[in-house]
């Protein structure tokens, strides 16, 4: 069996029973530090990534994702799961090459959203939402990997939230072949559960941007699975801004103070 069967075959038991929580790095040295801190799993974050380019979410390329999923699988011994955006193209055919290409960069699962970019129209057509869904699974069960595959909707994140048309797709992702399904910014019990019981017995991921839940919540409600998205990387830009702020507007440091052995972390003597 190889390292990425292994990792698969651990990421889709995690999806079995119980919850666990699927924190996202942003580059090779916090996947490193996650790990130590006894995480199961992880999975990248677009936006993080895209920040640390200096760029906003959405704005880094296929050859880039495919690159940075590289380094984060290689680099930890963990399942990875990817945020593959949209599979960075609208038809399905070429999400399916696409989300080929993914595959083979070590990843143990991977998402692909409904949104579209577009302000004027921000979700895929039904159909062709499903049918890209259906590709991506198509394009996993032809690599043998047995990547699982979370299958997004994103009305919530994109303007739209009508918890009814989010049940709706999931329910219809689900159908053409998602493992797990996901709607990023829920957040009452009320729609949680909801979703929950829509595309039973198949796991949901759980976004948790903001304090609104606990894991045990989360886990009493029939979630498996619970991501965090860009806001570890949110959470390491204010503490940087605030910091650079003070030394901009002040001539202080009161914020250097109390800071963690970022060296002894990663081995040094």
């Known amino acids: 069996m190889s390292g990425q069967d292994e990792r698969v075959e651990v990421f889709r038991g995690l999806h079995v029973s119980g919850a666990f929580v699927m924190p996202n790095p942003w580059d ?3 996947a490193l530090a996650l790990e130590q801190l006894g995480f199961k799993t992880l999975a990248t974050t677009s936006a993080g990534f895209a920040w640390s380019l200096g760029r906003a979410d959405n704005r880094v390329t296929l050859a880039e994702t495919l690159e940075h999923l590289r380094a984060i699988a290689g680099a930890v011994t963990l399942p990875v799961n990817a945020d593959f955006e949209g599979g960075f193209a ?31 129209q921000p979700l895929y057509d039904f159909d062709l939402a499903v049918d890209r869904i259906r590709a991506a699974r198509r394009a996993i069960d032809e690599s043998g990997t047995g990547v699982v595959l ?5 009305g919530f994140v994109v303007g739209l939230p009508d918890i009814d048309e989010t049940i709706r797709r999931l329910k219809a992702y689900a159908e053409a072949g998602a493992d797990c399904l996901y709607a990023p910014r829920i957040q009452t019990d009320e729609d949680i559960s909801a979703v929950v019981a829509a595309v039973s017995p198949k796991p949901v991921n759980l976004l948790a ?5 606990t894991v045990s919540h989360a886990a009493s409600l029939g979630v498996r699975r619970i991501s965090v998205g860009g806001t570890l990387a949110r959470t390491a830009w204010a503490g940087f801004l605030q910091a ?6 002040d001539g202080t440091f009161s914020r250097f103070d109390g800071l963690p052995n970022v060296d002894a972390r990663f081995g040094a003597d």
């Open 28 to 30: 090779v040295g916090t």
């Open 90 to 120: 609208d038809e399905p055919e070429q999400v399916a090459g696409n989300v080929k290409r993914a595959v083979e960069t070590g990843i143990a699962g991977l998402s692909i959203e409904d949104s579209t970019g577009d302000a004027a």
């Open 150 to 154: 979370t299958g997004r909707s994103e």
């Open 209 to 213: 941007n903001a304090p609104f839940i």
């Open 244 to 249: 650079a702020q003070e030394i901009a507007d």
